[in-house]
Each structure stands twice: as structure tokens, then as C-alpha cells.
């Protein structure tokens, strides 16, 4: 980075993952949910932090974790956001999407995105750990379709809703079935997102990367506007298709020389991440004034470390090596136990 001097004062988006309570035991999650302590806060501290990050005026909110859905109190959370005039984004698996929740929740998002990674049950249900989560997945974005056809009826805007996929190896081949099988079962749906899977969490395993991040060529190719119009073409008419492989948000410097501003990340006990998608924080949004901890996320983009670590990132897997350094580097020892006693990956088969 040539200078901080093009960073905003104030981050645009803000990503909270309010839980590390998850129901799934996905191969690649980058938050390792489900598999570590929720790290939640209590309700009181959870308004704390709403109040602290609507402060610095956002234009979204996403709720994200882990499951959000888990939170008992979401709702109100959702409440607080949206009374402050700032717009809530939801990030679920859909396994906890119950019909109490479409009101209470769904009602007052700006959209809702449903985490979708195999247009199969066995291909989603595999890399998603859990047998039978396709099915709850399929259910929730029933409810989803219902609720918005009720509202178009009723003569409201209906939800926004979408289908986000994390790309992978073992789903590379299977895209053209979401846009085939999958979305049409929905006439509501209005968003089809497909995402590289990124060197972040359990998915920067050298085991991992080896068998399930994409190849260079692979994400070439997921990118490649040919590819993106076909993905268009097989989609039912008004479902906006997008292709992203994310290589951009390494926080490489030339890349945020470019104008390229990546979200704040807060974790569930209120920690802010320096950077999004990598370990290592700058303090608590129930401690330091919010404009602080941007200040200081912004800073750690320019240190010595992490300019030497991420400048020669070319290919995935030197990111994925640079992701490895900078986690461990900048983890708590907490963390770094937590890294260390990561389980090895082992290559994805239907018989696991
Ligand atoms: S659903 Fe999301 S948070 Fe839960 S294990 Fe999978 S990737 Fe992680």
C-alpha cells in the first residue's frame, strides 16, 4: 500500500459474526465455528456492540458467525440495527431457519443469503459435514420463496434473497447444476452468488489447499466471462448470476493502492479483526471507540510484516502460505494453539 490516505474514515461494510455456534462441521469454514467456543457475548453486551458499530454509519450490517440464527436474540439485535437506519444482511446455512424467524428476521433484512455448497445432497451434505443439512438448506429457502410470494401477493416488496456457493474442487464441475436444479425450485429468488473458496481458517490446511482450493487455472476459468455468461444463460430469467474468486480482497498492497477497502470484521466477543479475513485484532468495540479500531485495522495493512508477507502473492497458494504466516503471527497464543491443533485435512470422499 502506497499510503492510507484513500481509506474512508469509517468502514462501508461490516461484517459481525455474532456466533461461533454452528450446526455444520464444513471442511473449509474459515471461522473453524462449531469446533471451538461460541465466544458469544450476553445480550446486553450484543445491544453494546450493535450501538457501537451503527456509530460509524455504515451502509450494512452482515450478520454472519457461525450460525447467526443461533443467537436466541437475534431479533432484537436485528431491531437495534435497523433502528439506527442501518441496513442488516444475513449470512445462514438455513439449517436453523424456522418459520418464527421469518417475521421476527427475515422481515427486516435488506436481503438474506443462504450458503448453499453443492447443487447435490451428496455433494452439499459432504463438504458441509453434516448428513441431511441439503434437505434442511432446501427447506429453508422454501420458506424463504413462500414468504416472499405472500408479500407480492399482499402487493409488498418481497425479501431479497439469494443462494451463495463456496467453490471447491469437489463442487467445480457441478456449477451449471445450481442454475438448472437448484434455483428454479425457487421463483422468488433473486441471487445467485458463486465464490471461490478462499486460504482462510481451516481452508489455509496445506491438506486443504493440496485437494480442495481451487487451482490457478481452475479460478481463472470460474472468473472467466465466458463462463460467467453461461452460468447467466442457465439461470431462470430475473436471477442475477455472479462469479467471484475473491483473490482480490488479499490485502495486497498494490491491490489497496488500487482503492480497494475491504470490510471491518468483528468477532463474536467484540473484537475487531485488523484484517477481515485474517487472525489477529486491534481491540473491543466494548472497550475502544469504534473510529479507533478502524484507525488502528487500518494501520496493520501497511506493517512491515504483513507487506512482506502478502506483496509477492501470486498464486493460491502462496497465499494460502502468507495467510499461514500472517495468522500465526499475529494470532493470540490462544489462537495459536487453536491453529496447531487443527485436525489434518483429509481428502473429501462420500465414504468419510
Ligand atoms: S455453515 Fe458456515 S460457519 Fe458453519 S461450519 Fe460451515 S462455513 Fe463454518
Redesign the pocket.
Known amino acids: 500500500m502506497t499510503g492510507t490516505q484513500a481509506v474512508p474514515e469509517c468502514p462501508s461494510d461490516i461484517v459481525w459474526d455474532v456466533t461461533y455456534t ?5 471442511s ?7 469446533r471451538r467456543p461460541s465466544k458469544q457475548l450476553s445480550h446486553e453486551e450484543m445491544l453494546r456492540v450493535a450501538d457501537a458499530l451503527t456509530s460509524l454509519r455504515p451502509a450494512t450490517i452482515l450478520l454472519a ?3 447467526p440464527l443461533a443467537v436466541r436474540r437475534l431479533p432484537e439485535i436485528v431491531d437495534r440495527i435497523t433502528g439506527a437506519g442501518v441496513d442488516v444482511v444475513l449470512y445462514t ?1 438455513g439449517w436453523s431457519l424456522r418459520p418464527e424467524l421469518i417475521e421476527s428476521v427475515v422481515a427486516k433484512c435488506a436481503a438474506v443469503y443462504v ?1 448453499v455448497d453443492g447443487p447435490t445432497a451428496a455433494t452439499h451434505d459432504l463438504i ?2 453434516r448428513a441431511g443439512s441439503f434437505d434442511r438448506t432446501m427447506a429453508a429457502l422454501r420458506l424463504l420463496d413462500e414468504y416472499a410470494a405472500d408479500q407480492r401477493a399482499r402487493g409488498a416488496t418481497p425479501v431479497e434473497f439469494g443462494l451463495d456457493a ?1 467453490v471447491v474442487r469437489t463442487s467445480f464441475d457441478q456449477l451449471e447444476l445450481f442454475c438448472t436444479d437448484v434455483v428454479p425450485r425457487f421463483p422468488g429468488l433473486t441471487r445467485l452468488s458463486f465464490g471461490a473458496a478462499m486460504p482462510i481458517g481451516l481452508a489455509s490446511r496445506p491438506e486443504f489447499v493440496e485437494h480442495e482450493l481451487l487451482t490457478d487455472e481452475q479460478s481463472d476459468a470460474l472468473i472467466a466471462p465466458e463462463y460467467g455468461r453461461r452460468l447467466q444463460s442457465l439461470a431462470p430469467p430475473g436471477v442475477q448470476v455472479s462469479v467471484r474468486d475473491y483473490r482480490g480482497v488479499q490485502y495486497r498492497p498494490d491491490l489497496l493502492a488500487q482503492g480497494l477497502i475491504p470490510s471491518m470484521e468483528v468477532e463474536p466477543d467484540g473484537r475487531v479483526r485488523a484484517m477481515a479475513i485474517y487472525e489477529g485484532t486491534v481491540g473491543s468495540l466494548l472497550e475502544d471507540p469504534p473510529a479507533e479500531l478502524w484507525a488502528r485495522s487500518v494501520a496493520r495493512w501497511s506493517e512491515p510484516f504483513v507487506v512482506e508477507a502478502l506483496a509477492p502473492v501470486r498464486t493460491m497458494r502462496d497465499w494460502a502460505e502468507a495467510a499461514r504466516r500472517i495468522d500465526y503471527h499475529y494470532g493470540t497464543a490462544e489462537d495459536r494453539a487453536r491453529i496447531e491443533a487443527r485436525p489434518v485435512f483429509l481428502p473429501l470422499t462420500p465414504s468419510r
Open positions: 454452528c450446526p455444520l462441521r464444513c473449509h469454514c474459515y471461522t473453524e465455528s462449531g458467525g457461525g450460525e446455512s450458503s458441509r459435514g463456496t
